[in-house]
């Protein structure tokens, strides 16, 4: 072998070695220590959010308050909305696949560890971003940042940059995330867990990491756009020289509804899993479900423009639009009917997980036929931009996803934490939930109707809004009681909680046949799988076995190989972090000089990473 | 503690998967249907703003479509080079591996070069048309298309362009940063396939048993040069010559 | 021991129940209720609603009352029992996606006949208006085409008449952001964007004052950019045209002699006009024409009220409104362009003397 005149130097890769402590936090690309870190965030995030929230419903509470002022309200529901949706539900959603995905497989870790911890420093640089935004000013332009009111004349300030860069780096972290669950859930699957035996869940994490990596790439285009306008006058939603606003609206919402189907289809996985648990009956229709969840995706790009009905394009365009969007009312309402049918005729134990899961029908089906309502687009035309949309959009959302996300984290609590929680303060929550969301959400049907717009930081006396206003104000308080509940029940069990056996339930799926938590290598043997819901059939079959059982594959517990902790994934978002920084402040000692740091950083941390092999030979 | 950079522990074509695809093979292909639709919104938002500048320059008066079609054809060479590289790897001759790994980097590279020369041309493209007449003798071999443009137009038209800049129409805005993302994308494959030629000097770095990793820039180049061809035909080609009855 | 059919006959009154707490929540006296349609624009969107909301009513009480009869029926009565673990139902499955399907399908034929009525005045009507409609941060500027000079166009701001039963057509453009027309009791909203050239169009069956309110997003002062519509007989419509179209009557009271003087030396006039006729097409100016300013119900784009119900106008409520907003626009209106860019709110050198803004007032108040 011929060599170059240059000597290449031996290059050696520093790697942690069984890393302890904090340092192991930092390190570590076990699935499951990465779905716990991104749970707790996503939750704290989720409190922020909160925050915004009751300070909005305090300075609406009625007409011409002084509670915060107009600049700061503007910045309030800005933020309130791009937190919930990029910094609470999504991370939350990861957080269960991030710990379930393999368990529920039969898979050790998911397919790429490093790139697993990578997604979630990269998301908690882009979290921190955007909420540090608010010294000195956070973006005000709604989370949607509709042009031109996001351009640089109209909107000078660094806000606005903040909010485009924390959105790209989130996008980095969401597209990393998804294209390890696609080749997880394709490729690491145990053998004889054939995709019509997959849990409901892990179908639904593969239906939306397929629409995350087709929809993220349009909003970073649109963002990317933006920024060019903004940064070097270019032409994108220029209208004096020819360009169109409503490209970002078509941009945003090719986005922005696939989105909508990210948030939902992991809370309606969690769902599937929890009711057939509780009823002790398999999930009605599971290829009817499977099949609505991926008819929903598909038919999710079609829809777009549902979002756009008053912008003026034009009848028969709103026609096409109105079709559309209420034909995907079906597939969301046959999923409706098949839970129902689930727990039909079945033995329901009404526990903190399934109350949680109940309600979440109770409440997406009133989100749903408002949906409906502005399928209706003749009607639309009246509720677009007034609070009914909020109305819709918080039944969903709350009482949708969130309720789902709650439903899980009760449902898993014992496998990820090992210790049980009190069952009488989940119900207390949930019922402090209910009645709530309720409370706060219900009359914004009514002011919205009553011609209250939306994105409004007071409203004058006499317009007769003053009473609903002020009874949905209330009920924020209702929920904020209903979540300290929620941390005193599980922050105390999670530390001295009676400890959790690996099968409270009687589940039906793979993760309740280890123990709880279960070992850092999950299988002591790759399972063989030879049904749907294979754990409980193997119960079934096996009923008077009392140790728990799971099907060997013949694999000797001492040649497992886990894959090594490594620093480089952290080091990489690290440089992300950096640059995104340096793109923002451009214009520090010298153009563009922090931005170069990162990207140095960043590729020093890639050829690291690259070069670093999956495990140390030991 | 360090470990030191080794050729032992290669997984790739042991580790167990469903099915039996690996799984960076797998990651490359999910990556790149994310790209497409990176480039897809670029183009589309091209497509939309196409003909809709309100100032020249206009893509017939800048286009130099034989220069761009030996551009084109340069990248496309350097696809069957790189493909020439990957089998020579897998046939474990190194240096055989080592020059067409080379040569891709360098067609690439005298792509990017066009690219360079292109946008610097038509930043500092300045035409003064005194007439119709004077449009033909400057795209001679356009001349039945300009013929058709100037038979609508009205005696002595005078027309200045000074330059295509992003910042002018909605032209240069949305061909710059097309293209420009694609000479990115290309750049990156560029050093991407610099590096593991470097690597191959490092023993036991670059094997026919580590073939994947070789494989894995293979598709990516390969795609970047897809991209390219619907670029060129859509925006060079369609933009420059009109439709059949159009 | 749940009796299904004793279930049954619940759920007749719970769909009365849900039909009054949705209406509970229907005030058609309030001033921008969706639910008093005032026009056939209205009229028609607000028929598909009730027709959609019938049918929202039908599944919830429904879906809620089986998932309500099954939560209880089913519940877990001993733990050791395991019930039939049925995977599905075909027949069912096909009755729950076909009809829901056809519901969706017998609504959306009124839906896309509503939308097509909407867009476009009916052809059949004897006579029709034009009303361009043009948005800024954050006040709504209104042109008429001049009845004389086919060349011209009549220019105010924030208070526009129409005409009682005959179709408005309204062309919307905004100079700045993306803004939307809003007036519910006459019709949906369409978006005033910049340069996309939308249209709608809207009438009145009755004289009265409609509420408008800007139903876009547009930055700071979006809560504070509102309007009317005052809807008269055709005659009062004609006179009110021609009288918009003339300047207002001069007065020689010294003070609002001085207050003329300061409009001009304060750099009021730069971007106020009080010029009524401008040429068509042409770019309006940053703030609001002023020319009948003393005859506007409402001050700031519909925040102020300068009379005691909505009525006519009350010199003393007007004058107070005048001053307020001149002292100090940005407690009225946050972020507002005339405190952001007027020399005498800009420069403290020359920030208003009481007695300038006492003159300013007294002559304001001329401007009937």
Not at chain 1, 349 to 367: D, E, Q, V
Not at chain 2, 150 to 162: G, Y
Not at chain 2, 212 to 224: E, K, M, P, Q, S
Not at chain 3, 113 to 138: C, R, S
Request: proline letters at 6%.
């Amino acid at each position: 072998m011929s060599s170059l005149p240059i000597p290449i130097p031996n290059i050696r890769i520093p790697r942690p070695v069984h890393p302890t402590g904090i340092w192991s936090w930092f390190t570590t690309i076990d699935h499951k220590r990465i779905g716990i870190l991104y749970g707790i965030t996503a939750f704290f995030l989720f409190l922020s959010g909160g925050v915004e929230a009751t300070l909005m419903r305090l300075q609406l509470a009625g007409p011409e308050l002084g509670i915060v002022s107009a600049a700061i309200y503007n910045q309030l529901f800005t933020m309130h909305g791009t937190t919930m949706i990029f910094l609470a539900i999504m991370p939350l959603s990861a957080a269960f696949f991030n710990y379930l995905i393999p368990l529920q497989i039969g898979a050790r870790d998911v397919a790429f560890p490093r790139l697993n911890a990578f997604s979630y420093w990269t998301f908690l640089g882009g979290a921190l971003m955007l909420k540090l935004s608010w010294i000195g000013g956070a973006t005000d332009a709604g989370w949607f940042g509709y042009a031109p009111l996001t351009s640089i004349d109209q909107n000078p300030g660094k806000g606005i940059d903040f909010w485009i860069i924390s959105l790209q780096i989130l996008g980095i972290a969401s597209l990393a995330s998804a294209f390890n669950f696609i080749v997880t859930i394709i490729n690491l699957r145990a053998p004889g867990m054939t995709w019509m035996r997959l849990p409901l869940f892990t179908w639904m994490t593969f239906i939306t990491a397929i629409l995350l990596v087709l929809a993220f790439p349009v909003i970073t285009v649109a963002l990317i756009e933006l920024t060019f306008d903004r940064y070097f006058g270019f032409n994108f939603f220029n209208v004096a020289n020819g360009g169109s606003v409503v490209l970002w609206q078509h941009l945003f919402w090719v986005f922005g509804h696939p989105e909508v189907y990210i948030l939902i289809l992991p809370a309606m996985g969690i769902v599937s899993e929890v009711l057939p648990v509780f009823s002790k009956k398999p999930l009605f229709g599971y290829a009817t479900v499977v099949l609505a969840g991926a008819i929903i995706a598909f038919m999710g790009w079609m829809v777009w423009s549902h979002h756009m009905f008053t912008v003026g394009l034009g009848p028969v365009a709103n026609t096409v639009f109105t079709i559309t969007t209420m034909l995907i009312a079906v597939p969301t309402g046959i999923k409706m009917f098949n839970w129902i049918g689930t727990i039909w005729g079945g033995s329901i134990k009404l526990n903190t997980p399934m109350l949680f899961s109940l309600g979440f029908i109770a409440m997406f089906l009133i989100g749903g036929l408002s949906g409906v309502m502005h399928a209706v687009s003749a009607h639309d035309a009246q509720q677009q931009d007034t609070y009914f949309v909020p109305a819709h959009i918080h039944y969903v959302l709350f009482g949708g996803a969130i309720m789902a996300i709650l439903s899980g984290i009760y449902y898993w609590f014992p496998k990820y934490s090992g210790k049980m929680y009190s069952e009488k303060e989940g119900k207390i929550h949930f019922w402090l939930m209910m009645i709530g969301q309720n409370v706060t959400f219900f009359p914004m049907h009514f002011v919205g109707l009553d011609g209250m717009p939306r994105r409004i930081y007071t409203y004058a006396e006499g317009m007769g809004w003053d009473l609903w206003n002020a009874v949905a104000t209330a009920g924020v308080f209702i929920l904020i009681a209903g979540f300290l509940v929620m941390i005193n029940n599980l922050g105390r069990h999670w530390r001295n909680g009676p400890t959790a056996p690996s099968d409270p339930w009687d589940g039906r799926t793979l993760e309740w046949s280890i123990s709880s938590p279960p070992p850092e290598h999950n299988f002591d043997e790759i399972p063989v799988v030879t049904a749907l819901d294979d754990w409980w059939v193997t119960k079934q079959d096996s009923q008077n076995r009392a140790v728990p059982v799971s099907g060997g594959s013949g694999e000797e517990t001492h040649d497992i190989h886990m894959p090594q902790a490594s620093y480089w994934p952290f080091v990489v978002a690290l440089g992300l972090f950096v640059g995104a920084y340096g793109v923002v402040f451009n214009d520090l000692i010298f153009p563009y000089l922090i931005a170069g740091i990162g990207l140095i950083i960043t590729f020093i941390g890639v050829y690291s990473w690259s070069l670093e092999p999956v495990n140390d030979p030991e | 503690m360090a470990t030191e950079v080794n050729n032992d522990t290669n997984h790739d074509d042991h580790e167990y998967t469903t099915t039996g695809l690996n799984h960076r093979k797998m990651l490359m292909w999910a990556f790149l249907g994310s790209d497409c639709m990176f480039f897809g919104a670029l183009i589309a938002t091209y497509l939309v703003y196409q003909g809709k500048s309100l100032v020249g320059p206009y893509p017939v008066d800048v286009f130099d479509i034989p220069v761009t079609s030996v551009s084109t054809f340069v990248l496309l060479m350097s696809s069957m080079s790189m493909v020439l590289a990957y089998a020579a790897l897998t046939q474990n001759k190194i240096s055989g591996f080592r020059i067409w790994m080379a040569s891709t980097a360098i067609m690439g590279a005298t792509f990017i070069g066009f690219q360079v020369y292109e946008f610097s041309s038509f930043s500092t493209f300045h035409v003064d048309i005194e007439s119709c007449n004077e449009k033909i003798v400057k795209h001679g071999i356009f001349d039945e298309y300009e013929e058709e443009l100037c038979a609508n137009a009205k005696e002595d038209h005078v027309e200045t362009h000074d330059g295509l800049q992003p910042q002018t129409n909605l032209f240069g805005t949305t061909f710059y940063t097309l293209t420009g993302f694609h000479g990115a994308h290309v750049t990156l494959g560029i050093i991407w396939i610099l590096s593991l030629l470097f690597l191959s000097y490092k023993k036991g770095m670059i094997t026919p048993e580590r073939h994947l990793d070789v494989d894995l820039a293979a598709l990516y180049w390969h795609f970047v040069d897809v991209v390219w061809i619907v670029i060129f035909t859509v925006i060079y080609l369609f933009g420059v010559f009109p439709f059949p009855g159009s | 021991m749940l009796n299904f059919n004793k279930f049954k006959q619940v759920i007749p009154l719970l769909f009365v129940l849900t039909i009054s707490m949705v209406l509970a929540g229907c005030y058609p006296e309030h001033n921008q209720s969706t639910f008093d349609a005032s026009g056939p624009v209205a009229e028609r969107q607000l028929n598909v609603f009730w027709w959609i909301l019938a049918g929202a009513a039908i599944v919830f009480v429904l879906v809620e009352a089986v998932l309500a009869y099954s939560i209880i029926k089913y519940r877990r009565k001993d733990e050791s029992e395991t019930p039939k673990q049925t995977h599905g139902n075909a027949k069912l499955e096909f009755v729950w996606t076909s009809l829901p399907a056809l519901m969706l399908i017998i609504i959306a034929i009124p839906t896309i006949n509503t939308l097509f009525y909407a867009a476009d005045p009916p052809k059949h009507a004897l006579e029709q208006h034009t009303l361009k409609a043009i948005g800024h941060q954050w006040w709504f500027e209104f042109r008429y085409p001049s009845p004389n000079e086919s060349d011209k166009e009549i220019v105010t701001a924030n208070e526009v008449y129409i005409p009682v039963g005959y179709p408005v057509s309204i062309e919307l453009d905004s100079v700045d952001v993306i803004h939307s027309f809003w007036v519910p009791k006459l019709a949906g909203k369409v978006d005033m964007v910049p340069a996309e050239g939308n249209t709608m169009w809207f009438e009145a069956d009755e004289p009265g004052v409609y509420y408008g309110q800007c139903a876009e997003y547009c930055g700071d002062s979006h809560a504070n950019m509102r309007f009317r519509v005052v809807a008269v007989p055709e005659n009062e419509f004609n006179d009110w045209l021609i009288y918009q179209s003339t300047p207002a009557t001069e007065s020689a009271d010294p003070l609002a002699l001085e207050g003329k003087e300061v409009f001009k030396t304060a750099g009021c006039s730069g971007c106020h006009a009080l010029k009524t006729v401008v040429n068509k097409g042409s770019k309006g100016r940053i703030g609001p024409n002023l020319a009948h300013v003393a005859s506007r119900r409402h001050l700031a784009a519909g925040v102020l009220t300068n009379s005691e119900d909505g009525g006519l106008v009350n010199d003393s409520y007007l004058q107070e409104n005048l001053r307020n907003w001149i002292q100090d626009p940005n407690s009225i209106k946050p972020g507002n362009i005339m405190a952001a860019q007027g020399v005498v709110y800009t420069n403290p050198d020359r920030k208003l003397t009481e007695g300038e803004i006492s003159a300013l007032v007294g002559y304001l108040t001329t401007l009937k």
